[in-house]
């Protein structure tokens, strides 16, 4: 589907949503009302049968704005503390965003690279708040495609990997970066560079979470579909241009809505009982156990656009040509050298049941990164987990989170 036929669609069922929110807001009201007067209403009743489905029917949608982080405080084994959420500094493509604990000073200082891959940075919201018990965390925050000037300019690979870098060095020296899922190539490339310049700010320590290093180590479905089609294909049939009103209007980008209804579709009957069991629990009067579908579902159905160059080359130098393992990629007309790296310690980090980026993928780098002394090099491989496991859910809070805090601590000196 093209952008225009798809913002097309959304604005004719957007008059039929507001009917439904209202809808819901009615049907809520009139339930109060009789009840207050004293009026006995058999439960589950039609009102709440038609409230409910009016509330659903308005939560299956799309949105394109990044979810707020709300982070209001962090428990930790020294106690509470309020989270101060700042900006430190930003370009049209990213903010650098900065989570302390009020009245803590001297933790290590972790950037955390989010993927640009469909979602907003919100999606490692739970990473962040884990990670806030022992350090201070710093975030790309990246933009919406959309919402991006075209005079701007362009974003692609080579920009990625130099947001890294710079937001590294607004950061300061002695900081750390952690890499999650598909940026941790740019995140290996921006630590080799600045490696190679002996940069004062290139990271204490370097993370590596679930990452395509190198694709040809047990392919997934997705390294098989990437290399299923020439790149001429990926460009014809799935990057679009912004339509009006939107600020990035004439943008090219592979739009969030496409990589999303890919996603959404391959696990269809698995979403629609989802959808079924909140509008079950809202029937009964279980509003917790809606909510905790609902929460989800407006994290997991907030897309975000990506430029197309960034797409496309990643596509091509990653999981097409695998330019990083086999010492061919380039940032800026400079060859990437990951053997340059010395002084980072380097952690890897893989799921056992990760269907994404398979168990050797991000491994790769430790034969990479051969100059780093064997001490300063550690591989885990967390049992049981998926691939969103490895940076969220329980197996990450204790499993997986104490190796990447020690390896920090013991880098930060």
């Known amino acids: 589907m093209s952008y225009t036929a798809y913002q097309l669609q959304n604005d004719l069922i957007a008059p039929w949503r ?32 038609f409230g409910a489905a009016c509330d659903v029917f308005t939560r299956m ?21 309020a989270v101060v959420e700042e900006v430190v500094t930003e370009t049209p493509f990213a903010k650098l965003v900065r989570f302390r604990k009020e009245g803590v000073k001297g933790e290590p200082r972790v950037l955390l690279s989010a993927p640009m891959s469909g979602h907003f940075a919100t999606l490692l919201r739970e990473t962040v708040r884990t ?65 190679e310049d002996d940069d004062p700010a290139q990271p204490l320590s370097l993370t590596l979470m679930a990452g395509p290093v190198d694709c040809r180590i047990n392919p997934t479905k ?33 739009p969030g809505f496409v990589q999303l209804t890919a996603f959404m579709s391959m696990n269809l009957e698995r979403h629609m009982q989802s959808f079924k069991a909140m ?12 909510a905790q579908i609902a929460d989800f579902y407006e994290e997991y159905l907030a897309v975000a656009d990506l430029p197309a160059e960034f797409y ?3 596509v091509r130098n990653i999981f097409q040509e695998h330019l990083l393992p086999r010492g061919l990629l380039n940032w800026r007309d400079r060859r990437v050298n990951p053997a340059a790296i010395r002084r980072s ?69």
Not at 279 to 290: Q, R
């Open 18 to 49: 507001m009917f439904a929110q209202a809808g819901a807001a009615f049907a809520q009201a009139m339930e109060r009302g009789l009840a207050d007067s004293g009026y006995e209403i058999e439960q589950p009743s039609a009102l709440r049968r």
């Open 222 to 254: 997705v390294n098989e579909l990437a290399t299923s089609k020439p790149i001429e294909w990926f460009e014809t049939k799935l990057i679009s241009t912004v339509p009006a009103p939107h600020k990035g209007f004439g943008r090219r980008v592979y």
């Open 312 to 314: 496309l080359e990643t």
């Open 345 to 413: 310690a380097l952690l890897t980090v893989e799921g056992e049941r990760d269907d994404i980026c398979s168990i050797g993928q991000t491994m790769a780098a430790q034969e990479l990164c051969r100059s780093v002394r064997p001490y300063l090099r550690t591989h885990h491989i967390q049992t049981g987990v998926g691939h969103y496991g490895v940076f969220s859910g329980r197996k990450w809070t204790n499993g997986i989170y104490p190796i990447v805090r020690d390896s920090i601590h013991a880098a930060n000196g």
């Open 61 to 81: 949608r799309l949105t394109h704005k990044r979810p707020p982080f709300g982070i209001a405080k962090v428990e930790t084994p020294r106690g509470s503390f």
């Open 279 to 290: 509008y079950d629990h809202m029937v009964a009067g279980d509003d917790a156990a809606a």
């Open 131 to 195: 990670m806030l018990t022992d350090h201070e965390v710093y975030i790309t925050d990246w933009s919406n495609g959309r919402d991006v000037p075209v005079l701007a300019g362009r974003f692609g690979f080579d920009e990625y990997v130099e947001h890294i870098m710079d937001f590294l060095r607004a950061m300061g020296e002695g900081s750390h970066l952690m890499s999650i899922c598909q940026p941790c190539p740019a995140s290996l490339a921006a630590a080799a560079i600045m490696a």
